[in-house]
């Protein structure tokens, strides 16, 4: 199926009743989570992975993914509204943000937001369009060794580019591997770490560990700060950027775009990284870089169109390789599996349906958020209104309703608290629970892939550094460890990058 | 010495000491064949070596500043220790009593007991809030939610 061929295909399925029923609810929902601070993507959609059960793996998909893209959209006028960032992809818009709103310019900063949303979105989606079909070849040709180096490199990046102690992240990725080897062992079947019980011969399970960390902790730390939302009170008028304002976006949203896109392919950079590289590039090629986080346009237009970008980015290496870049990108792998399809380099092949109507579904979804965001923003500031005191609670039933519903097992219940608590306690003692969770859910599939390559090398360590595109993984591994060590630009960014993925 | 990140680096220690004995259980095999404890011990052994990497730095490094005692703060730890509790009795609730009364009841402990609303307010609050929740949940989205002994 040539490329124009697969686009209407995916089209044709998208447009499917239940697909396109799909697809809004996961922006809405995405939206709508997005606006609200205190939960995010991540919990969200670990908490619809059991709504799935019930639908097709392609509506599953498609809605998940308009829950991602969504949130990003969402996440932007809390920041402009409020000055807290509705999720943590949109910790950078609220510099310029807010101050536009201030100054009585909410509106061009909401317009602007959600047309370089729009944008960039539409973009990225032609960008996977475009690379997802030739790295699908090049992926068919990765053996163990090489799946082994690129989820080594990931690894490598989630902990380096994460804020604070490095030496703290890596201590979360050792652990959350270690958590990944409780259960049976996947080559062969012997149980570890069970200690005789039959629920943890399934290991631990990825909603709980997920919602625990990040959807619990959250409303713990927020119940303890006391959170108190002002919604800045203005009238929202002149949604419509005007033409200056276009003039002054336009480069930083196509720059922000680009960036976005690339960074987000990475492994382990997300989609909060990019909006801090663009922001720092958009100040650095500024002629007035003084004036921002005064309230310019280019600081709110650049970060946002790097967070949309960054989400279609993040979908290649998860369609092409089978491979989670980042945490959300890992209960996206978790719905494929519920659904028993495996994505990766036979995807396009076996499920062209998926492939084809995720990607259609991503251009139709962009166009349902720009009706969602800027005609219905009055109801999502009604939203931002409701006291933290009513939210909080939803949040927390929400949490356990998603727990339960999955496996029907109470003691899941008792793990996700488990890992709230450990998530509030890793918050205040400055641990990341980022690396934690990707290297948990990447961990088995490393271990097979280490096994076999030492099963295929007799033992021999050296078959990582005799195959071309293993080494060259490895290397840029290193590269990535050493780069804070030299280039101060990098360790001062790297300084700055203050939050995990999912919130 | 920073006595947060000690403390820190002592119970994660220890965790992985305990990690490291228990792999030693399994059969880790050799290189040319790895068996099923080779990855959890190396994972365990290498934990357990970053883990004193974060205790010698949690000795070198500067006292940090003091924790704060403010009456706000105990209080809001207070409410996040209560709200863990909760959910730990709602979790070994659902169960027995069912989801809607079990929803009940955590929903009126957070409105009444840790927000401090008045009765006339928590308890149709809860009360509703309940009831939707059940409605979207069980009813429409056919979520797989407890009954409990009265069938509720």
Redesign the interface.
């Known amino acids: 199926m040539d490329l124009f061929g697969g686009l209407a295909y995916g089209f044709s399925v998208t447009l499917a009743p239940a697909n396109l029923f799909a697809c809004f609810v996961g922006v809405f929902v995405g939206t709508l989570i997005g606006v609200l601070p205190g939960i995010g993507p991540v919990a969200t959609m670990s908490l619809l992975l059991p709504v799935t059960y019930a639908m097709s793996p392609t509506a599953s998909i498609i809605m998940m993914a308009g829950v991602y893209y969504g949130a990003m959209y969402g996440g932007s006028t809390t920041s402009i509204l409020v000055n807290i960032p509705g999720e943590a992809a949109s910790v950078v818009t609220c510099l310029d943000g807010y101050q536009m709103a201030r100054q009585g310019r909410a509106g061009p900063a909401l317009g602007i937001a959600a047309m370089g949303s729009f944008i960039a979105g539409t973009l990225s989606v032609l960008g996977i369009m475009l690379l997802a079909p030739p790295l699908t070849a090049v992926a068919l040709r990765f053996g163990p060794p090489e799946i082994f180096t690129l989820l080594l490199l990931g690894f490598t990046m989630v902990t380096y580019l994460t804020a604070g102690s490095k030496l703290k992240a890596v201590a979360m990725a050792l652990l959350g591997m270690l958590l990944g080897t409780v259960g049976l062992d996947p080559i062969t079947s012997t149980p570890r770490f069970t200690y005789g019980s039959l629920t943890l011969g399934d290991g631990l399970g990825l909603v709980p560990i997920i919602m625990g960390l990040f959807g619990i902790s959250e409303v713990l730390v927020n119940i303890e700060k006391g959170i108190q939302q002002e919604v800045f009170q203005t009238r929202i008028k002149g949604l419509w950027p005007t033409r200056e304002d276009w003039r002054r976006s336009a480069a930083p949203i196509a720059r922000g775009s680009g960036l976005g896109f690339f960074l987000g392919i990475l492994p382990g950079i997300g989609a909060i990284i990019p909006t801090f590289i663009s922001y720092a590039l958009e100040k650095r090629v500024s002629k007035y870089p003084e004036r921002f986080g005064t309230g310019v346009i280019e600081g709110v237009a650049a970060p946002e169109a790097a967070n949309n970008a960054a989400t279609g980015g993040a979908m290649i290496p998860l369609l092409t390789l089978g491979i989670a870049p980042n945490v959300v990108m890992a209960v996206l792998l978790s719905a494929f599996l519920i659904h028993g399809v495996q994505p990766g380099p036979l995807l396009i092949r076996e499920h062209p349906e998926i492939f084809w109507g995720v990607v259609a579904s991503m251009y139709v979804g962009n166009v349902m958020l720009l009706v969602l965001n800027l005609p219905l923003i009055g109801l999502w500031v009604q939203l931002l209104r409701v006291p933290y005191g009513i939210l909080f609670p939803l949040i927390l039933v929400f949490c356990v309703i998603g727990v339960y519903s999955e496996s029907g097992n109470p003691w899941d219940i008792i793990v996700m608290l488990a890992f709230g608590g450990l998530g509030y306690l890793m918050r205040k003692f400055d641990f990341e629970p980022a690396p934690m969770v990707l290297a948990f859910v990447l961990g088995r599939m490393a271990e097979e892939s280490f096994r076999q390559s030492l099963l295929m090398s007799r033992g021999r360590i050296d078959i990582l550094l005799t195959r071309p595109i293993a080494t060259t993984f490895l290397v840029v591994a290193i590269l990535v460890m050493l780069a804070p060590l030299v280039v101060p630009p990098v360790k001062r960014m790297l300084r700055t990058v203050p939050l995990e993925e999912a919130d | 010495m920073r006595r ?2 000690l403390a ?1 680096a002592i119970v ?1 220690l220890g ?1 992985g000491v305990l ?1 490291v004995s ?1 792999a030693r259980g ?2 880790p095999g ?11 011990l190396g ?2 052994i ?2 357990s070596l ?2 004193v ?2 205790l010698v ?1 949690a000795v070198r490094a500067p006292a940090g500043p003091a924790p704060g005692a403010s009456g ?2 105990a209080s ?2 207070l ?2 220790v209560a ?2 509790a909760g ?2 009795a ?3 609730l ?2 027995p009593l069912g989801f809607r009364l079990a ?1 009940l009841g ?2 009126l402990f ?2 009444k007991a ?2 401090g609303q008045r009765w006339r307010v928590a308890l149709p ?1 809860a009360a509703g ?1 309940a009831l939707v ?1 059940d409605l979207v ?1 069980r009813r429409w ?5 407890p009954s409990g002994p009265w069938g509720f």
């Open positions: 947060r990140d820190a994660l965790f990690a228990q399994l059969r050799s290189v040319v064949a790895p068996g099923p404890g080779f990855f959890p994972l365990a290498a934990f970053v883990c990497g974060l730095s706000a703060a809001g730890r409410k996040a709200t863990i959910l730990v709602y979790a070994l659902i169960e929803t955590l929903l957070f409105f840790l927000q609050a809030t929740i949940f989205l056919g979520g797989n939610l």
